[in-house]
């Protein structure tokens, strides 16, 4: 079964610097993934997703992920942080088959502050 | 158009007491999942359907989990008798069948088990 790992349970950005999440996967054979937000109080809200097109993925709200084979990552940014990304942010990975087919398998969350 | 829809928002109750949490999933969507979200694990499947019929009912923690589709627009998760350790945020999701994500999600029932 697949697992995901994201580093940094807690992340304080300045606003305008660069966001950077981590997330790396357990499988070798490359899995979808996805970046979920969940602000207060809210339901998960998919920001993007990768399932076999372009390694680069553009999300909504400026965010966009990589995808690294080779390191198993699918790492977030966002090249200037606004005091509306304050949130937790979740990565996510799904078996491309198997008895898993369907299933998200979500990291631990990692949670955003931005400062003035 | 209308979002996965939970209710209720918030439900405190007692323990022992039985507890139903619903679910409308976005229309046109067959695929639906239901989560619990605690501080100690995380976001965690409980148990998804497709076309109304359980896939997976792996997660459900224990007998005193049950969920139904009775159809393509309505869900329950119920649990009886509810125990304090069941506090948690409960979300639905949905999805299409065309393209198996993503996943829709509503804004939870916090449930408070006293």
């Known amino acids: 079964a697949q697992s995901v790992t994201q580093l940094g349970s807690h992340v304080s950005v300045s606003e305008g610097a660069l966001v950077l999440l981590r997330c790396n996967y357990s499988s070798s054979v490359p899995p979808y993934l996805f970046w979920y937000v969940q602000y207060p109080n809210q339901g998960l809200q998919l920001l993007l997703k990768?399932?076999?097109?372009?390694?680069l993925v553009k999300g909504i709200n400026g965010f966009e992920a990589e995808f690294k084979k080779s390191e198993t990552s699918f790492h977030l940014t966002k090249p200037s942080a606004h005091m509306s990304d304050a949130a937790e942010y979740f990565c996510?990975?799904?078996?491309?088959?198997?008895?898993?087919?369907?299933?998200?398998?979500f990291g631990a969350g990692t949670q955003v502050v931005v400062t003035p | 158009d209308a979002g996965v829809i939970q209710s209720p928002r918030h439900e405190v109750t007692e323990m022992g007491q039985e507890v139903t949490l619903r679910c409308k999933p976005i229309?046109?969507?067959?695929?639906l999942f239901w989560y619990r979200q605690t501080m100690m694990r995380g976001l965690e499947l409980l148990i998804y359907f497709n076309n109304n019929v359980p896939i997976d009912d792996s997660g459900m923690p224990e007998d005193r989990f049950s969920a139904k589709m009775p159809n393509a627009s309505f869900s329950t998760l119920k649990i009886q008798p509810s125990e304090p350790r069941d506090s948690a945020v409960y979300f639905c999701?949905?999805?299409?069948?065309?393209?198996?994500?993503?996943?829709?999600f509503g804004d939870g029932t916090r449930l408070s088990i006293l």
């Open positions: 229309s046109g969507h067959n695929s």
């Open positions: 999701a949905s999805s299409s069948d065309r393209s198996f994500w993503p996943q829709h």
């Open positions: 996510a990975v799904s078996d491309r088959g198997g008895d898993s087919w369907g299933k998200l398998q």
């Open positions: 990768y399932t076999s097109a372009a390694t």
